[in-house]
């Protein structure tokens, strides 16, 4: 039997053994809450400490610059509201963000507007990189909060955000980041990128979904968004997860020290994958591939088929991938990131991303090519476009 194609890293990854191994005995003897003075308390908050200072050194931060929160989402909407709601009465009402955002931004930057402030979208490439120009002119005193993803959850594309943080601090602005996408895969160190406000989830890195963290530069003005409890500093009350927050540090940890080769291996599957596919279907489009990327995602179009045909021919066959972002599932509706792109409709909806990893291996990427190939040809009613054909499909 045939066995099964795991290439969707980018919705969300196994967890590592190690992690597991790590977390076990808070679900068992060390069960504690940390908020209680007993020593089953205090061994919990030994725990979480070290948890949050080990996550902290991770990303070059300080310990109490880290709060635990439950993934991206909430990340995202704690760093965008919370910037804008402690900073409007000071006349700061004004979010910017890019139009190829997790929907989670692009979400919580449109709840600004509805709060009194107002939204600003910068404008991308046809290869999905931000206008660092048109950033710098939508900047003004009004800004309170500019929010660009690191690592494109769907095209894998790197932004500058070095010097995107860097425009926004001389704007007296508070620059936040999603580096979902990012962590173990670029450089993320607080010591040297002045991002204020930086997301984490810890389900991208090997850890358990319902976990991840919000990195809070010292000073940064932030609101919380619960209320009810003095944990954390008051910035996220309620009982802290403590095993899930041993978990994400453990994983952290394990990408750290593994990204440079991990990250050699996956680029030389992606750049198999992304040489074969071409060698097989000369017109096929891949998307970003002008720009940086991260090393783990390939988004491609198969000009003449349809994303969601072609998901589920290849589960049948065993292999997963996606259409997009995980929190698009079920949607019929072309990919926004694609869209602001400028690609055309009919190659959005024949949108498919890989994104390879831990599971990951020469022998997957073969068999998806070959099937890809084969499914491609079906779908085209038997024939094969030239080569020459390339220039007239993605010249866009």
């Known amino acids: ?115 009194g402030g107002e939204e600003h979208l910068v404008r991308v490439t046809s290869d999905g990189l931000v206008d660092a120009e048109h950033f710098a002119a939508l900047l003004d005193d009004k800004t309170a909060v500019a929010s660009v993803m690191w690592v494109n959850n769907e095209v894998g594309v790197i932004q500058d955000i070095p010097a995107l943080a860097a425009a926004a601090r001389q704007a007296g602005a508070v620059f936040h980041t999603d580096a979902v996408q990012a962590f173990g895969k670029v450089a993320v160190d607080a ?62 940890e394990l990408v750290l020290a593994e990204h440079e ?44 088929t349809d994303s969601e045909s072609m998901l589920m021919a290849l589960d049948l066959r065993g292999i997963a991938c996606s259409a997009g972002s995980a929190c698009q599932s079920g949607s019929v509706s072309a990919s926004h990131v694609l869209t602001a792109m400028g690609v055309p409709t009919s190659l959005a909806n024949a949108a498919l991303r890989l994104s390879f990893g831990a599971l990951s291996t020469e022998a ?13 040809l079906k779908a085209r009613g038997g024939h094969a476009p030239s080569a020459a054909a390339t220039f007239a499909v993605v010249d866009f």
């Open 1 to 115: 039997m045939t066995q099964p194609v795991y290439l969707d890293h980018a919705a969300t990854t196994p967890v590592r053994d190690e992690v597991m191994s790590a977390m076990a005995p808070f679900f068992g003897p060390r069960f504690g809450n940390p908020s209680s003075v007993h020593r089953w308390g205090r061994e919990a908050r030994v725990a979480l400490d070290e948890a949050r200072e080990r996550l902290a050194i991770c990303i070059g931060a300080h310990p109490d610059e880290v709060c635990f929160t439950s993934g991206g989402t909430e990340g995202d909407n704690f760093a965008i509201l919370g910037a804008f709601r402690t900073q409007r009465t000071s006349g700061r009402t004004t979010a910017i963000t890019t139009p190829i955002e997790h929907k989670a931004v692009l979400a919580a930057v449109h709840r600004v507007a509805q709060e």
């Open 191 to 252: 010591r040297h990128t002045p991002f204020d406000l930086l997301t984490l989830s810890g389900h991208k890195l090997g850890a358990p979904k319902g976990i991840g963290a919000l990195y809070i530069r010292r000073d940064t003005p932030l609101e919380p968004m619960f209320h009810g409890g003095s944990q954390d500093r008051g910035r996220r009350p309620g009982t802290e997860n403590v095993a899930f927050a041993v978990g994400l540090a453990t994983a952290a």
């Open 261 to 304: 080769i991990e990250g050699q291996r996956l680029g030389a599957l992606r750049e198999r994958f992304e040489t074969a596919l071409r060698a097989q279907i000369p017109d096929i489009v891949i998307h970003g591939a002008g720009a940086a990327r991260a090393p783990h995602i390939s988004n491609c179009s198969i000009p003449g």
């Open 364 to 376: 997957c990427v073969d068999r998806t090519v070959e099937v890809l190939a084969a499914l491609a």
